[in-house]
Nanobody, 122 residues
């Protein structure tokens, strides 16, 4: 069992930056691929970023590529999402998730946090 707690969300002006953190409980953090997803009001939850167990590989959708960076610190049981050049359309509830596979698919993640709100104003 893995428990995930996100933090770092907030209100930011367009073109600004935020760094989200996701702290995981348990000793098995390094055995999970980690992902970030987001859900805007009235929209389906969508993929934002994923990282392999050892941090050697990452993937992003085109909508955030070049602006967002996922990273992890297995010694601290934490995964991060650095978000730069934020746009109003990035406004959403951001979730981190843990899964067995490096994947863009939500259904391949077993554990989810409660989310942290990011609001970008112009």
């Amino acid at each position: 069992q893995v428990q995930l707690v996100e933090s770092g969300g907030g209100l930011v002006q367009a073109a600004g930056s935020l760094r989200l953190s996701c702290a995981a409980s348990g000793r098995t953090f390094s055995t999970y691929a980690m992902g970030w997803f987001r859900q805007a009001p009235g929209k389906e939850r969508e993929f934002v970023a994923t990282i392999t167990r050892d941090g050697s590989n990452t993937a992003y959708p085109d909508s955030v590529k070049g602006r967002f960076t996922i990273s992890r610190d297995n010694a601290k049981n934490t995964v991060y999402l650095q978000m730069n050049s934020l746009k109003p359309e990035d406004t959403a509830l951001y979730y981190c998730a843990a899964g067995r596979y490096f994947s863009r698919r939500q259904n391949e993640y077993d554990y989810w946090g409660q989310g942290t709100q990011v609001t970008v104003f112009s």
